[in-house]
């Protein structure tokens, strides 16, 4: 589904990603961890779409397309999702127009009917069960005000409504408690099947308790230096991250 | 001996008070009002403060004063479009400047309250009238600030009592009625609060017909100890005519003044806002929206001043221009001596969507007084780069994102309004103007139907 | 804070350190204004006669013109009759090395610093020396010359370069342009001339310490920088005055221009004498400073403002090419009864042009500060940008800062962003000095310095140690 091959990017003339391979199939669950600063958030951005990066070398292929050539909404037609690790307010956009304007332009790409504003009424309600989120926040702008754990919430109850095939959390679960943890992470896994796959970028092994991943992967100074299945994440928490900066450090 | 400028007395030569005034402050209060207007040079380019708003063509217009068939045959349909889908609230309304009680609804106000029209408060309570007109509008050398008081044709009284909190607005309605000549429409209101109560008061400026009508208003308030006013201010006239409007608020100690401004009429259209900060603890917050198109011109002049220590103020006035429309904003925070401890942030942002489009921005600090947080931001300019991301990354094209983060930008400043239906009477307006890209009235009104 | 306020005290007695008087025997015109001074300023410079009919023509446009009002400055009306408005250094001849210079004049440049012998020179500074409206002492000419760099008094490129004086004097600042314009053009009697020519960097910095000496002598600088194709040049003005107590007048005019992918840098440090505690005295300091960019060519002003009773200045960037960008970077600090007027404008035309603005404003005692500037962003300047950053701090609770930026933008792609902020130097930090072992007068010094540096960092190494000497000097102990 995806396939990420040597990707080398820089931002402001600062390389960051200095050669990343990564292989996604559908069904799968990945996670990538790496010490703060280490090119997780820039490779969520690189592979959204953001603006100001410069790739430098290597290719991303997404169901057999060159992603790193289409516009950001593209690749979200296309199946894209990022959960921001910071989603950014939009005041005076609320809610529901946004999220209605989203799905339906999805929903086009996909050659599916718009849904009119009852029927999408009807859609979201039902998906924010599911995130457990407080319907007020439905008629508010974009984000504008909520708090940090409400925030993340949003971005996985958009992720409910536009049904990615791949779903990219940036670490979606720092700011939640531990009820709101468990909520989200049982949301995506209701999400889940055969068809799509989930990156999450995480610190916590936490949430890797109810989110399972298949692989996980670490990243230090923009490189994948680890990869190994779910216990790898269990002796990260055990031991930091020296051993693999050691580690690194030695195999250069 | 009073210079005399000729362009100002050739400017109103045609007008006159419509009645002759019973109360003696009413009289001495034009005659000085007179007397200034006519030793006041006619606005012009080259005063700072008209920098770019060109009334030439104006000039060479002559207002003429209502007359009393202006205010005949008129029945509540015609007032309906401004009823925000009958909201439920004490309605004043004025025609050309002159109350129209058949048309207003005011006879549910609590028993304490005193809303009635200017001149018959000027009979049952002199003291007040001379203790307060012309008192909050201290703008000294204000052109259209004198024509009103010489002219005035009337104008709303509201005396709010102490400790009196309602959720129904007051909404005074003051709408034009056009002939062959350019009507002059001039209302003169006092807004008195108690001490501990809360008011929402709507003041909306409509056209009954698209004929040009100059209307010039001023609102004097005085805001009570411990009380907060919002008060919503909304510019709807045709587009042949123009607005010269002024409101004066004085807040002291502890109270709170919410001022929101929305300009969507009017081919020339000033608003100028002057608030004073008086006491300890008070607060004021003025939010601004003028959204021009085709050839609107737009001036908001507000004026700031800290008088005292321990006050707050802030300020977001946004402009989105189109067309060949231009949008000014002149605003400027004074913080005197002894305001210690202020803290006043003023922000303005401008939009321009098309190529013929102006955006002028001034907006100025004065301050004497050291042991202060003041701030004043402006950005004329394109959209947040980061919120089109956003919205791109959940599947949004760029025209859509761009129609619907214009829209935002309109609604940031709607969101201050309180009351649910005159919010939605703009957002729909303005959905109309910025939001068609990207779907139809109808989602649109299903949509905000459920969030209201 | 009874300790702070004698720190204030101590401050605002503090004699004047540059205030010394010298001694030379003086070559004057009569006191007053006419044609006949015109007349007798132009032959004293030996000028051609169109130079004359240009200064005549100013001073009839002058004679029709208003003093300008709308500055937030106030000072009694000036009598531009009771001012001579020429006075040189005698001389028998032109002095040819420093040897010939009046000793004196050199013990003057001693005390004030001035970096005018051959060590400092060796350090890369070719100094221009004004006194009194006639140029002194020119080193380094010849180095330049070879390159084809002109440098050479204003009078003397009247002279030796009547064509390009022709084409480029009055180009950018034309004598109908403001009062003070007028007056100067009508009037000036020395100042500065530099050509770059195509391709070629200006090999060190040029400088030229300006000073006023006579008492009532006006000043009335001019200065052409004409920077050709690709070419790049450092310039440093700096100012230094002795202590007076009637108020001199200064209307100083400067033009720059920055052809196709030529870079200007001008640095101004200005300390002339700002009066005494209580306002006597100090110089007027009215200047027109105005530069032209056109395509990819850049021109930076940075400006330290501590000197002079009034200020009066906006240096402006026309930025007409395409490409072309405009910084201006200001730190304007007043104290005692000083009154600054002080910002720019920035006046986009061309496509993708760019402008910073950068105001760093300090007032204290009883003084006034002001930032006025103006953004233009003409119907033509597409995608033109501009960011402007206007802070002021505000020392003690008699004076006042001001802040009046115009933002006019006729273009939709235009991106203009202004920010101003007001506050007093903030107790935290000042707490966190001081809990760190720093005192409060060190740690303003800090601060202060902290608050200014973006400017500083504009400066060439030793104008920004200068700068930094005379803001913490300035400030001492000024906390309230
Ligand atoms: N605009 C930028 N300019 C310069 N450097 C940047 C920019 N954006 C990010 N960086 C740098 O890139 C590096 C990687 O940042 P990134 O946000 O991808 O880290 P991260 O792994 O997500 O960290 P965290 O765990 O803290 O979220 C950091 O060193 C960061 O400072
Ligand atoms: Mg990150």
Redesign the interface.
């Known amino acids: 589904m995806l396939s990420i091959r040597n990707l080398k990017a820089s931002i402001e003339g600062n390389h960051i990603l200095k050669g990343i391979n990564l292989e996604i199939h559908p069904g799968e669950v990945h996670a990538i961890m790496g010490p703060n600063g280490s090119g997780k958030s820039t490779l969520a951005h690189i592979l959204?779409?953001?603006?100001g990066y410069i790739v430098e070398d290597g290719e991303v292929i997404f169901e057999g397309k060159n992603l790193l050539e289409l516009?950001?909404?593209e690749?979200?037609?296309e199946g894209v999702?990022?959960a921001?690790q910071y989603?950014?307010e939009?005041?005076?956009?609320?809610n529901?127009?946004?999220?209605?304007?989203?799905?339906n332009?999805?929903r086009k790409?996909r050659g599916l009917s718009e849904l009119?504003?009852?029927d999408f009424?009807t859609l979201v309600r039902k998906r924010m069960k599911l995130v457990d989120m407080d319907p007020s926040l439905?008629?508010r702008?974009?984000n504008e005000g909520f708090s940090g754990g409400e925030k993340k919430r949003n971005e996985i109850l958009?992720m409910a409504v536009?049904e990615p095939r791949l779903a990219i959390l940036d670490e979606t679960d720092s700011g939640l408690d531990i009820d709101a943890l468990k909520t989200v992470a049982n949301g995506v896994n209701s999400l889940k099947n055969k068809d799509n796959a989930t990156l999450v970028v995480t610190h916590y092994q936490r949430l890797l308790d109810y989110l399972v991943p298949d692989y996980v992967h670490v990243l230090f100074d923009g490189r994948i230096v680890e990869s190994g299945d779910k216990t790898l994440a269990l002796e990260l928490e055990r031991k930091g991250y020296d051993w693999i900066k050691t580690k690194a450090g030695d195999s250069k | 001996m009073i210079k005399t400028d000729p362009e100002s007395a050739a400017f109103c030569q045609h007008l006159h008070p419509l009645f002759h005034d019973q109360s003696s402050h009413i009289r001495n209060f034009r005659q000085q009002s007179l007397e200034m207007l006519q030793s006041s040079p006619f606005p012009a380019l080259k005063h700072e403060e008209w920098k770019y708003t060109d009334l030439s063509e104006l000039a060479k217009q002559l207002p003429v004063s209502p007359v009393l068939s202006d205010f005949q045959n008129l029945s509540v349909n015609d007032v309906y479009p401004y009823s925000f889908n009958q909201m439920k609230s004490h309605v004043m309304v004025f025609v050309n400047g002159h109350f129209t009680p058949q048309l207003s609804n005011i006879n549910k106000l609590g028993r304490n309250i005193v809303a009635e029209n200017l001149f018959s408060a000027a009979k049952r309570n002199p003291e007040d009238i001379k203790l307060y007109l012309g008192k909050a509008d201290k703008k000294g050398n204000d052109y259209f600030s004198y024509l009103n008081g010489a002219f005035f044709t009337d104008g709303a009284y509201i005396r709010i009592p102490d400790n009196y909190q309602s959720e129904i607005p007051i909404h005074l309605l003051f709408l034009t009625k056009g002939n062959g000549e350019l009507r002059y429409s001039a209302a003169r209101n006092l807004i008195i609060m108690g001490k501990n109560s809360s008011v929402t008061l709507v003041e909306t400026y409509g056209s009954l017909d698209d004929r040009p009508v100059l209307t010039n208003s001023v609102t004097e308030v005085f805001n009570g100890e411990n009380s907060l006013l919002r008060h919503h201010i909304l510019q709807l006239q045709n587009e042949r005519s123009h607005y010269f409007g002024s409101t004066n608020i004085t807040i002291p100690a502890n109270s709170r003044y919410q001022n929101t401004w929305v300009s969507l009429g009017s081919k020339i259209s000033r608003n100028d806002v002057d608030a004073a900060l008086t006491g300890a603890g008070s607060y004021c917050q003025l939010y601004g929206l003028y959204a021009g198109r085709h050839d609107q011109l737009m001036d908001n002049r507000t004026v700031i001043s800290h008088r005292s220590p321990h006050a707050t103020s802030n300020q977001v006035y946004k402009g989105i221009l189109d067309g060949f429309s231009r949008g000014i904003f002149n605003g400027k925070i004074l913080v005197e001596q002894k305001a210690q401890k202020t803290e006043a942030h003023q922000l303005n942002r401008s939009l321009i969507l098309s190529d013929k489009a102006h955006a002028d921005s001034k907006p100025q600090l004065k301050i004497f007084a050291d042991d202060v947080k003041c701030s004043h931001g402006a950005t004329v300019g394109q959209l947040?780069?980061?919120?089109m991301?956003?919205?791109?990354?959940?599947?949004?094209?760029?025209e859509?994102?761009r129609s619907?983060?214009t829209?935002?930008?309109?609604?940031?400043v709607v969101?201050s309004i309180i009351l649910g239906p005159v919010r939605f009477y703009l957002y729909k307006k303005l959905f109309n103007r910025f939001g068609r890209d990207?779907?139809s009235e109808?989602?649109?009104e299903?949509?905000?139907k459920?969030?209201? | 804070m009874g300790k702070d306020r004698e720190h204030i005290d101590s401050l605002t007695q503090k004699e004047y350190e540059y205030g010394f008087i010298t001694d030379i025997e003086m070559d004057m015109a009569p006191k007053g204004l006419n044609e006949d001074i015109i007349r007798f300023i132009s032959a004293k410079k030996d000028e051609p006669d169109s130079m004359l009919r240009w200064r005549l023509k100013a001073y009839r446009y002058w004679l029709n013109m208003k003093e300008p009002t709308w500055a937030f400055v106030t000072y009694p009306p000036i009598d531009y009759q009771n001012i001579y408005y020429y006075a040189a250094p005698k001389k028998k001849e032109g002095p040819k090395s420093l040897d010939e210079v009046d000793p004196e004049i050199l013990a003057t440049f001693d005390k004030l610093g001035i970096p005018l012998e051959e060590r400092e020179a060796l350090a890369g500074v070719a100094v221009d020396a004004v006194m009194d409206s006639v140029s002194v002492a020119t080193t380094f000419r010849k180095k330049l010359q070879e390159l084809g760099i002109i440098f050479l008094p204003i009078s003397e490129a009247i002279r030796e370069h009547p064509d390009l004086i022709k084409k480029y004097l009055g180009s950018v600042v034309p004598p109908t342009d403001n009062f003070f314009a007028a007056l100067n053009s009508a009037v000036f009697t020395d100042g500065t001339f530099v050509y770059v020519p195509k391709g070629i960097r200006c090999p060190m910095e040029l400088s030229t310490y300006f000073r006023i000496n006579a008492a009532n002598t006006g000043q009335f600088e001019r200065t052409l920088i004409v920077a050709d194709e690709g070419s790049y040049v450092s310039y440093l003005e700096g100012c230094t005055a002795p202590m007076r107590d009637e108020n001199q007048l200064h209307a100083a005019v400067v033009e720059l221009i920055a052809l196709d992918g030529a870079e200007i840098k001008y640095s101004t440090v200005q300390n002339w004498y700002a009066g005494d505690k209580n306002g006597k005295g100090g110089i007027y300091n009215f200047v027109t400073k105005r530069g032209v960019c056109h395509n990819h060519s850049k021109i930076s002003w940075a400006q330290v403002e501590t000197g002079s009773a009034i200020t009066w200045k906006y240096p402006s960037l026309i930025l007409r090419g395409d490409n072309s960008a405009g910084e201006f970077h200001s730190v304007a600090l007043t104290n005692n009864r000083q009154q600054a007027d002080t910002g720019t404008k920035m006046v986009h035309l061309g496509k993708n042009t760019r402008s910073t603005i950068i105001s760093k404003g300090i007032s204290a005692g009883y003084s006034n500060n002001s930032y006025r500037g103006l953004v233009k962003i003409g119907p033509g300047a597409d995608n033109a940008k501009n960011y402007s950053q206007c802070d002021s701090l505000l020392i003690g609770d008699r004076c006042g800062a001001h802040t009046f930026p115009y933002l006019e933008v006729d273009n939709p792609t235009a991106n203009v962003e202004h920010e101003a902020t007001t506050s007093k130097i903030s107790e935290d930090q000042l707490f966190y000095c001081n809990q760190r072992g720093i005192g409060t007068e060190e740690a303003i010094g800090v601060i202060i310095n902290g608050y200014a540096r973006e400017v500083f960092k504009r400066l060439p190494m030793e104008f920004a140690v200068e700068a930094q000497k005379l803001l913490t000097v300035s400030l001492e102990g000024s906390v309230g």
Do not use: C
């Open positions: 959204a779409g953001k603006e516009a950001p909404e690749r979200a037609r999702f990022l921001f989603p950014i939009i005041p005076g956009v609320s529901t127009t946004f999220l209605k304007t989203a799905l332009e999805i790409h009119d504003a009852m009424l439905l008629g702008p974009v958009q536009l | 947040d780069k980061n919120a991301f956003y919205l791109q990354s959940r599947g949004v094209s760029k859509i994102a619907m983060l829209f935002a930008f309109a609604n940031d969101d990207w779907g109808e989602d649109f299903s949509l905000y459920q969030e209201e």
